[in-house]
C-alpha cells in the first residue's frame, strides 16, 4: 500500500528494510506531549488569523486532547508503519474526528515541527536537570557546612600537597555545578526561539502569526530566518556541551570517591545503599554507583560527538541524516539525570573517616609550606632562600624517618642558626588550613562562611 500522507505520488510502499531504517517512533515517541502543544498552538493560530474554520479547529483541539489523555494514561498505540510520532498522532486525530484532521498540517511541514517539538522537550529537560543539579549543590554545602574544619590533604600530581579541609574540597565542587548551571541557563536564553512557521524551509503563504504560537508556547521570539529554522541543532549540541562538562564535574568527583573508598585510603566510606558486593569475596564493598558515574560520563560526551560529526557536513536546510539527533541526545541527557541522582545520595551519605584524613594530612611533610612561609615572615628571608631551607629539612627528617616538627631545635638551627622554638607553632596541620584566610582558601571560618552563604542562595532559589 502506499503512504497516506504522500501517496498521491508513490505507486507502492516502502521495503521492509526501509520501514525499519527510515522509522523513528521508537525513540521520536517521547516528544509526544510536545508535539501536542505545539499542534495545540499551531491550530489556535490558524483559528485565531481565521486560515482555520472554527469548528474545524474546535474538532482538531478536542481530538488532540484526547489523544494527550491516551498518551498519559498509556493506551495510545505507537505504530512502526507510520514511522514517527509526528505521523502517529495525526493518523489518530484521523480516526478520531475523520477528514478535519488533514487540515492541521496547513501552513507547516514536519521539519518546523520536529524543530519546534525537540527544542521544548532540551528546554523541559534544561529545566529538569538545573533542579537537579541545585538539590545536588545542597547536599554538598551542608556536608561542607558540617565538615568545615575537617582536615585533609590537597594533593597536586596526587602527592600531598598542603592540608585542606574536607568542606573546601566539596565546596570546590559547588563552584564547578554552579557554572554547569550557568551554562544549561545560556543554552536555553539561546534556544529560546519558536522555529514554528518556518514550515518546510521557505516559509508560507498563508497569513500565519508565528508571534502568536511563539508566546503561547513560551518563546521569547520566534526564529528570524526560516532556513535557519529547520536546519540548526545546535540547541542540542549546546546542551550535550553543557551535559559532557556537567559529567567530567560529576566523573571526576567519582574518582576521588572510588579513591577514597579503598581501604588504603580508608578516607570516606559509601553507605550499603550505593555500594554493592562480591558474589566471591565477602570482604568486597565496591563503589559501583561512583564507577557508574565515571563510566556514563564516557556515553554523554560519545553522545556530544556524535551529533557534531552528524552535523558537520550537512548542508542546508532539512536532512533525513538530523533524525539521527535524538537517541543519543535522549540517552545522554537520561544518563546525566541518572548520574545527578546517584551522586546527590552518595554525598548525602558520604561518612568522612576525621581521623585517617587527619593523619594523613600530616603525612608526607605537608607542612613544609607553612616553614618555608615563617621563614620568610620571623626571618625576613627572601622566599626561594626559606623554599632552599626548608627542602634541606625535609630531606634530614626523611633521612631520619621522622615528620618535621620531630626534629629537635639544634637540629634545625645546624641547617639555620636563626630559627626559634616559635617554629613549632606552625608545623601542626590545625595551624595550618586556620593560617589560610586569604580570600577563596581553606582557613575553616571561610570554608564555614562560604557553605552558609552557598546555602541561603540555595534555599532563595
Ligand atoms: N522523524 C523526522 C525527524 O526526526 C521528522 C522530520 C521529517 N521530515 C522530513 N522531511 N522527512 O527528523
Redesign the pocket.
Known sequence: MSNKMWGGRFASGPDAIMEEINA?IGF?YRLALQDIAGSQAHVAMLAQTGILAQEDAAAIAKGLDEIRAEIEDGTFTFSRAL??I?MNIEARLTALIGAAAGRLHTAR???DQ?ALDFRLWIRDTIDALDRQLRELQVALADKALAHAGSVMPGFTHMQSAQPVTFGHHLLAYVEMFSRDRSRLRDARVRLNESPLGAAALAGTSFPIDRAATAKALGFDRPTANSLDSVSDRDFVLETLSAAAICAIHLSRFAEEIVLWATPQFGFAALSDKFTTGSSIMPQKRNPDAAELVRGKAGRIIGALNGLLIVMKGLPLT?S?D??ED?EGAFDALHSLSLCLAAMTGMVRDLEPDLKRMKAAAGAGYATATDLADWLVRRLKLPFREAHHITGRLVALAATKKIGLEKLTLPEMQAVEPKISDEVYAVLGVEKSIRSRTSYGGTAPSNVRAQAKRWLARLNKE
Open positions: 523513528s521520536d514511522e514517527d509526528h511541514s514536519r521539519n520536529v532539512y533525513k538530523m533524525q535524538k
